[in-house]
């Protein structure tokens, strides 16, 4: 499968845990995007990094949100002590070219978190 | 004022008529435009993209921009049941860099 490959596809945790969504883009995109969709709401966009560089977090919550793209493996969206509110469908999204291009971004199947 | 504005839905049309959807940005700056298709319950699909003033046609789907007016629209010829989703608008470019500014989505249902 050439897409963006997100796992897990579902991922329930209690408040105050950890919750790590993987993302691995198309093959031959360096260009990673990370995007939340509230229920019954848009999506916003969170943070733009390429291998091993953080582009944009201007989207990213101050605090306990964290995104990284190492030079080898997935990129990884990081959530510490989740609360009820970051119940969402997060999507990532990866492009060939990034700022400056028209290139679009293709999309993953996304991973619906749940907080109990 | 909303970066990315999409006409409230939702938005139902008979089978085999045309679906209109349209969207407005802010951003003078922006480059480039995109529709994206969304299942319930699904991630988002290209549709069309769009960064020429005029019309871009692929297959049903005609994309239409107006970088003067800052409008840019998603024509459906020949509507199909399948094609009952929400559609959303992302614009790029301008003091958004990277990163895609989406709309709030039209549904549109398209009945037998």
């Known amino acids: 499968n050439a897409g963006v490959m997100q796992n897990p596809r579902h991922l329930v945790r209690r408040r105050g845990q950890e919750a790590r969504l993987r993302c691995s883009p198309m093959?031959?995109?360096?260009?990673v995007y990370w995007y939340r969709q509230l229920p019954e709401e848009g999506l916003k966009f969170m943070v733009y990094?390429?291998?091993?560089?953080?582009?944009?977090e201007s989207g990213m919550p101050k605090e306990r949100f964290s995104a990284e793209f190492p030079k080898e493996g997935p990129s990884i969206l990081r959530i510490q002590q989740v609360v009820r509110g970051d119940s969402a469908a997060y999507f990532c999204a990866s492009s060939q070219t990034g700022v400056g291009s028209n290139q679009p971004q293709h999309f993953g199947d996304g991973t619906r978190l749940s907080i109990l | 004022q909303k970066e990315v504005e999409q006409n409230s839905g939702p938005l139902s049309v008979p089978e085999g008529a045309i679906a209109s959807l349209n969207c407005t940005y802010s951003?003078?700056?922006?480059?480039?435009f995109f529709w994206y298709r969304q299942y319930s319950g699904k991630s988002p699909e290209l549709i069309m993209f769009?960064?020429?003033?005029g019309d871009k046609e692929d297959g049903r789907f005609t994309a239409q921009l107006n970088k003067a007016s800052q409008y840019v629209s998603l024509l459906i010829r020949d509507s199909q049941p399948s094609d009952s989703a929400t559609y959303l608008c992302?614009?790029?470019?301008?003091?958004?860099?990277?990163?895609?500014?989406f709309g709030q989505g039209t549904i549109l249902t398209v009945h037998p």
């Open positions: 951003d003078r700056g922006s480059q480039s």
């Open positions: 992302a614009v790029k470019g301008g003091t958004s860099y990277g990163k895609l500014t």
């Open positions: 990094l390429q291998k091993e560089n953080i582009i944009d």
């Open positions: 093959k031959g995109h360096s260009h």
């Open positions: 769009i960064y020429s003033n």
